[in-house]
């Protein structure tokens, strides 16, 4: 089978390797569609710097973002069965341990991430792949494949929404037009949460924002988030601000966003240590710092979402590419930027 390969940093290439065999209690699964992340092209450029331990492992066989069709089943294998749509959790545990008997199985200490950090379990950047049937979840008739394949990146943002929590009424400021915070402001809006402002750089993917649910557009090169902000809420501010970015200069800016006992959620990375963060704004105001990198079960939130049509993920798909341009692929994620939002690559 051909597999998208980081052999090191900067050395990304096509490989065949064998079709892997199903073990007793895992899916073989057909891949049929995944999405190229930031954290693929900084992996494969030999950039990402989470900190100690958590540094690829090359080679990588790249993908977290991913959906398919099941090709065979292990033999002890029952809730799945061969032409059935699945996507996955993006981490395996061991099913075994107290943590995970406990359903908080990302906390396995046998824990492994999916094509990313570390000693990762084999991607999804290929024809096909094993996973877990603990760790499996069957894609509604209803949802398009392609659209299942947005499920993890949207996931992310959604899980520190709930945290936060989100709800009725509830208004939010999401900053950053990536599909993480796209996704988690749609699944969001799904779920019934009030006035919502979205605030980015680029006018084409704030209009795919208004797509998904955002009633507010502020592109923060023409507007001042912080008098949009004060005007739509009677200077009173944001209960949650959701920023995605990852840009360390708009944290403080964050936190004067925040109404008194607000929620600031990240699920972006900054990548580095951060000086001067005005950390007392957040404590004397009684808010509350929630951090995002995806949760156990909320796949399966998502596609629900997604099934009843409470939500929409499918604008985010800006840009397509069959498998044997998976290359241009990955180089289209910085060529246009101005533009994409979510690149989707296609087995033919």
Same mark, same amino acid.
């Given at each position: 089978?051909?597999?998208?390969?980081?052999?090191?940093?900067?050395?990304?290439?096509?490989?065949?390797?064998?079709?892997?065999?199903p073990?007793?209690?895992?899916?073989? @699964?057909?891949?049929?569609h995944?999405?190229v992340?930031?954290?693929?092209?900084?992996?494969a450029?030999?950039t990402?710097?989470?900190?100690?331990?958590?540094?690829?492992?090359?080679?990588?066989?790249?993908g977290h973002?991913w959906?398919?069709?099941?090709e065979a089943?292990?033999?002890?294998?029952?809730?799945?069965?061969?032409?059935?749509?699945?996507?996955s959790?993006?981490?395996?545990?061991?099913?075994?341990?107290?943590?995970?008997l406990?359903?908080?199985?990302?906390?396995?200490a046998?824990?492994r991430?999916?094509?990313t950090?570390?000693?990762?379990?084999p991607?999804?950047?290929?024809?096909y792949?094993?996973?877990?049937?603990?760790?499996?979840?069957?894609?509604?008739?209803? @949802?398009?494949?392609?659209?299942?394949?947005?499920?993890?990146?949207s996931?992310?943002?959604?899980?520190?929404?709930?945290?936060?929590?989100?709800?009725?009424?509830?208004?939010?400021l999401?900053?950053?037009t990536g599909p993480?915070?796209?996704?988690?402001?749609?699944?969001?809006?799904?779920?019934?949460?009030?006035?919502?402002?979205l605030?980015?750089?680029?006018?084409?993917?704030?209009?795919?924002?208004?797509?998904?649910?955002?009633?507010?557009? @502020?592109?923060?090169?023409?507007?001042?988030?912080?008098?949009?902000?004060?005007r739509?809420?009677?200077?009173?501010?944001?209960?949650?601000?959701?920023d995605?970015?990852?840009?360390?200069?708009?944290?403080?800016?964050?936190?004067?966003?925040?109404r008194?006992?607000?929620?600031?959620?990240i699920?972006?990375f900054?990548?580095?240590?951060?000086?001067?963060?005005?950390?007392?704004r957040?404590?004397?105001?009684?808010?509350t710092?929630?951090?995002?990198?995806?949760?156990?079960?909320i796949?399966?939130?998502?596609?629900?979402?997604?099934?009843?049509?409470?939500?929409?993920?499918?604008?985010?798909?800006?840009?397509?590419?069959p498998?044997?341009?998976?290359?241009?692929?990955?180089r289209?994620?910085?060529?246009?930027?101005?533009?994409?939002?979510?690149?989707?690559?296609d087995?033919?």
């Amino acid at each position: 089978m051909k597999v998208l390969l980081a052999n090191a940093p900067r050395d990304l290439r096509v490989v065949e390797m064998e079709t892997p065999t199903p073990g007793p209690r895992e899916v073989l @699964v057909k891949v049929k569609h995944f999405g190229v992340c930031a954290t693929d092209i900084s992996i494969a450029n030999g950039t990402l710097r989470l900190g100690e331990g958590l540094e690829p492992i090359y080679p990588v066989r790249l993908g977290h973002e991913w959906s398919g069709v099941v090709e065979a089943v292990g033999s002890e294998t029952r809730r799945f069965h061969p032409g059935d749509p699945v996507i996955s959790e993006t981490a395996y545990s061991c099913g075994e341990c107290e943590e995970c008997l406990s359903g908080q199985y990302h906390r396995c200490a046998e824990g492994r991430a999916i094509g990313t950090i570390g000693n990762c379990w084999p991607g999804a950047m290929a024809e096909y792949m094993v996973v877990p049937e603990r760790l499996t979840f069957r894609v509604p008739k209803n @949802v398009p494949l392609d659209e299942a394949a947005l499920v993890e990146p949207s996931s992310i943002g959604l899980y520190g929404l709930v945290r936060a929590p989100i709800g009725p009424g509830t208004n939010l400021l999401v900053i950053g037009t990536g599909p993480i915070g796209l996704g988690g402001m749609a699944c969001s809006k799904g779920m019934g949460t009030g006035k919502t402002i979205l605030a980015g750089r680029k006018e084409r993917k704030l209009a795919i924002g208004k797509e998904m649910g955002a009633d507010i557009l @502020v592109n923060m090169t023409e507007e001042n988030l912080f008098d949009v902000v004060m005007r739509e809420t009677n200077g009173i501010g944001m209960d949650v601000v959701m920023d995605t970015t990852g840009a360390a200069e708009l944290l403080n800016d964050s936190l004067y966003l925040l109404r008194g006992s607000g929620f600031l959620v990240i699920p972006g990375f900054y990548e580095q240590e951060l000086n001067h963060v005005k950390l007392d704004r957040l404590i004397a105001r009684n808010c509350t710092l929630v951090g995002s990198a995806g949760m156990p079960n909320i796949g399966p939130k998502v596609l629900d979402l997604l099934s009843s049509g409470h939500t929409r993920l499918k604008p985010m798909i800006t840009d397509r590419f069959p498998f044997s341009q998976v290359l241009d692929a990955f180089r289209a994620v910085e060529e246009r930027n101005d533009s994409r939002v979510k690149i989707m690559v296609d087995f033919e």
